[in-house]
């Protein structure tokens, strides 16, 4: 028993850390406490991921052809993160909604517990790091989500963190990045932030290998020693190196079910005025919340320190912290990928200044004892055992029933008028918002079939232009309902369209409460004619 206990005691993976309990706290903090898991359904996109997901593993194939709309039915879709929705599916099927709430809460937490521990390696002291994460957690909090986007969170961190370890210390593993890029591609379009990141290091190192070989033929001219062009002994491996790992993992991001055509197919999207003017997601964020009070702390911090790298020459970690922050500046969807860079960075330049400080300052000084406290606990840190997974299950187990999502969040999706109106949707074509979409996907598909869902990058700017068109209610918008067929309405109760349909004679309501109006085209009236569902 006695070598048992020692063998237990020398065996580190087996010895509970700080690690373990940061990584069940942040689930506790994020997901259990407040609202709990069902925060992470606020978005109805996973309603269609999960009914794509289902359609794959019922068909063993992938969707080429819409299979959701009547208004592009089995128009060219690209179905681009196919992967995330088969698992999300399966998760569904084992334990509903709250399966794939409670797989996206933990991988969102196991991203920021990664987060930390890159700021450790980078030389971070735990009691920088610990605040830094926080802010870090409370600025991507505004894509805490149970959507495909939830692996990328993850996979960036990590493979981020295989980069900059080769950096020191070159080897073959941080090749593993061009199967991982395999991967990652059919999960989600972030695959293309790690190329991206792969190219602007190599431009940066290169920028920094000139300046470096100038700087050596100053110091020769000047000292009148030294060998022309020579590269400086600290300098890490050379920019063609990460060049190519960068070519090499776009390439492998070909290996999807789209080919290079997904590829084009993204970057219209991405440089779509319409889509950038329109979707939410894609604008400048707006400093009003809490969460994005913490990027805006962030991105100062960021800034500066990309200043102070800059003036001692790194300018590839600069450059990296600067493009990521026009990048987040430009678009909302940027901020977690920017503060997951950025703040490693921070984190360990902070770390660097407070050590300096404290190594001049009296050995019995609050700046002094806070140092070496911290200082004692990172290593503690540093480190996950087995009871990392014990203790996530615990709090998953602690969760209390009411935490748990059984529907999506009545506060946001009309769950209470759908449990009161039958849903005899056959033959009826139904206008509803965007989110609402998703949300019939999840319910009611195949038997409907919607107007338009949260898909922006498949509807385009000519039926995005119509439905809001609808939804504000401009001139014309009846002649829309006319030309789509639309026998049903299902919208909030305060849109300008409710207020239009609520005193025209073609149309009447049938359902509604504090959240949203069903109304119904009048029998006789237009070129779709519906009762009430279920009469």
């Not at 290091?201 to 050596?216: D, H, M, P, T």
């Not at 869902?453 to 939804?471: A, H, K, M, N, T």
Request: glycine content about 10%; overall charge positive.
């Amino acid at each position: 028993m006695r070598r048992f206990l020692a063998v237990v005691c020398r065996a580190a993976w087996l010895r509970p850390s700080l690690a373990d309990l940061l990584l069940v706290s942040l689930i506790g903090w994020l997901f259990v406490a407040g609202e709990g898991w069902t925060v992470l359904l606020a978005d109805g996109d996973t309603g269609w991921h999960i009914r794509a997901g289902q359609w794959m593993l019922e068909t063993r194939s992938v969707p080429h052809r819409d299979i959701f709309s009547f208004t592009r039915s089995a128009e060219a879709w690209y179905a681009w993160e196919w992967l995330a929705g088969v698992l999300f599916a399966l998760v569904h099927a084992w334990r509903g909604l709250a399966g794939v709430a409670g797989l996206a809460g933990c991988t969102l937490a196991l991203g920021a517990l990664l987060v930390f521990r890159y700021m450790l390696w980078r030389g971070a002291q735990a009691l920088v790091a610990l605040p830094v994460t926080l802010l870090c957690v409370g600025a991507s909090s505004i894509h805490y989500l149970a959507r495909p986007h939830i692996f990328t969170l993850l996979l960036m961190p990590a493979a981020w963190w295989m980069v900059e370890r080769d950096r020191r210390h070159p080897g073959k593993a941080v090749w593993w990045l061009v199967p991982l890029s395999a991967v990652w591609v059919n999960l989600h379009g972030g695959f293309f932030a790690l190329p991206a990141c792969l190219l602007l290091l190599a431009a940066g190192l290169g920028i920094e290998a000139v300046a470096g070989r100038s700087y050596s033929l100053r110091e020769a001219f000047r000292l009148r020693k030294g060998r022309t062009g020579e590269r400086s002994p600290a300098a890490g491996p050379p920019p063609l190196r990460y060049a190519l790992l960068g070519a090499a993992t776009l390439a492998a991001s070909l290996a999807n079910p789209y080919g290079i055509g997904l590829h084009r197919h993204i970057a219209r999207y991405l440089t779509s005025d319409w889509i950038r003017s329109a979707v939410d997601e894609f604008q400048s964020p707006r400093f009003r919340g809490e969460n994005l009070l913490h990027f805006e702390l962030l991105l100062i911090a960021g800034l500066l320190t990309a200043g102070w790298l800059l003036s001692r020459g790194r300018v590839a970690d600069a450059l990296l912290v600067v493009a990521w922050a026009h990048l987040a500046l430009a678009s909302v969807r940027h901020v977690p990928l920017f503060v997951m860079l950025a703040s490693p960075l921070v984190a360990a330049e902070v770390s660097a200044l407070w050590r300096a400080r404290a190594e001049g300052s009296q050995p019995r000084s609050v700046c002094r004892l806070l140092w070496q406290f911290g200082a004692d606990l990172t290593p503690v840190f540093r480190r996950l055992s087995v009871w990392s997974a014990a203790a996530v299950a615990a709090a998953i187990l602690a969760t209390p029933a009411s935490k748990w999502p059984r529907d999506f969040p009545e506060a946001k999706f009309p769950v209470s008028l759908l449990k009161t109106v039958p849903a005899n949707w056959e033959g009826r074509r139904v206008f509803t918002t965007d989110q609402w979409g998703d949300y019939l996907i999840y319910r009611h598909w195949p038997r409907l079939k919607v107007f338009i869902d949260g898909r922006s990058d498949f509807y385009g700017p000519g039926l995005g232009g119509e439905y809001l068109r609808l939804v504000e209610g401009r001139p014309g918008w009846d002649r829309l309902l006319d030309k789509h067929g639309l026998g049903l309405v299902l919208v909030p109760g305060h849109w300008p369209l409710a207020s239009l349909l609520e005193g025209h004679p073609g149309w009447r309501r049938i359902a509604s409460d504090e959240r949203a109006a069903l109304y119904a085209r009048a029998a006789g009236n237009g070129p779709n004619p519906a009762t009430p569902p279920g009469r």
